[in-house]
């Protein structure tokens, strides 16, 4: 099978952890979906839940945020919620399988 | 929401080797090119490697099934720039595009295999609802698919949730369909490394 396991988990690592233009702080924000002011906050809501709808938003162009910021952000944003949608399936996919669906399958 | 940087803000050596790939193709440099080259350690090299392993490591799928699953967890989204381009590799792997139309038109009345549909259905449902029950896992398993098969489906549902928000949140630009078919084209020979 086609084990993503140990990519996906550098994946996280790098966007996380290591040196970025934006803080730690807020890119675990963005990827959490929770904890980053406006105007980040309503298009970190929006790539999260529909990306497709987002235009100029000339309010965070217009915040000072620098641009690498934003695409460092935007990243976080959807890896994470793309992660909470792996992670819940995979759960599921456990239980119906007769295992834990609580053991750690780690992001 | 287009960012200047992922534009124009590459470095020389990247700038040429798009400029040797619009001479060769003939076609403008796609925009998920800009994005995963774009400081490339940061998301498109590590996400390269996630995608490659999902659509091109060894798996029960062929690479024409988890085309189509990107093509539909696309759709699922409302990305029209993935839907198309996974379309469009998704009929060249199958050289069928008639089955990819299909599907992407009607999943219940699409001519694929029952363990194919039942699988596509839990990934749209995991990508439209965000989470699944077991119940839904235990309905593609009686379908006859593996506890592999599922976890490889998911994983390419993983990527295409993120490529795909992220072409819409840069503001990807519709090529014309002849750069989806280079693109397609290369996508087969060398995959997403």
């Known amino acids: 099978m086609s084990d993503i396991t140990q990519a996906r988990r550098a994946l996280v690592a790098r966007i996380l952890e290591e040196r970025g233009e934006a803080s730690r702080a807020q890119r ?5 979906g929770a904890g980053l002011p406006e105007p980040l906050r309503t298009l970190i809501d929006k790539v999260a839940k529909y990306a497709h709808r987002i235009t100029d938003e000339a309010s965070v ?23 909470r949608q792996y992670d ?10 007769g295992k834990d669906g609580h053991a750690a399958r780690d992001s | 929401m287009r960012l200047a940087i992922l ?6 050596a990247t ?27 940061f998301y498109g ?11 091109r490591g060894p798996s029960a799928w062929s690479v024409g099934d988890r085309e189509l699953m990107a093509a539909l967890v696309a759709k699922t989204n409302e ?48 990508t439209r609802e965000q989470t699944v029950a077991p119940e839904d896992m235990r309905a593609v398993l ?9 976890e490889d489906a998911l994983a390419v549902c993983f990527a295409f949730n993120v490529i795909g928000r992220l072409a819409d949140a840069f503001g990807f630009v519709q090529p014309g369909p002849e750069a989806f078919e280079a693109g397609a084209k290369y996508l087969l020979a060398r995959g997403y490394r």
């Open chain 2, 79 to 126: 990305c029209t720039w993935c839907t198309q381009a996974h379309a469009a590799v998704a009929s060249g792997a199958y050289r069928d595009a008639a089955r990819v139309s299909a599907v992407l038109s009607d999943l219940e009345t699409a001519p694929i295999e029952e363990p194919l549909r039942a699988t596509l259905r839990l990934l749209r449902k995991v």
């Open chain 2, 15 to 41: 700038k040429a080797l798009f400029a040797l790939i619009r001479v060769f193709s003939g076609q403008p440099v796609l925009d998920v090119i800009k994005l995963v080259k774009y400081r490339a350690d």
């Open chain 1, 28 to 32: 675990r924000a963005a990827f959490d």
């Open chain 2, 142 to 150: 009686a379908a006859g698919v593996s506890p592999e098969q599922i």
């Open chain 1, 88 to 97: 819940a399936a995979l759960v599921a996919l456990d239980i119906a399988n």
């Open chain 2, 45 to 55: 090299g590590p996400m390269s490697r996630v995608t490659h392993g999902a659509m």
């Open chain 1, 61 to 83: 162009r217009s915040s000072g945020v620098r641009e690498d910021e934003i695409f460092e952000l935007v990243v976080c944003a959807a890896v994470g919620q793309a992660s």
């Open chain 2, 7 to 12: 534009d124009s803000g590459h470095g020389f």
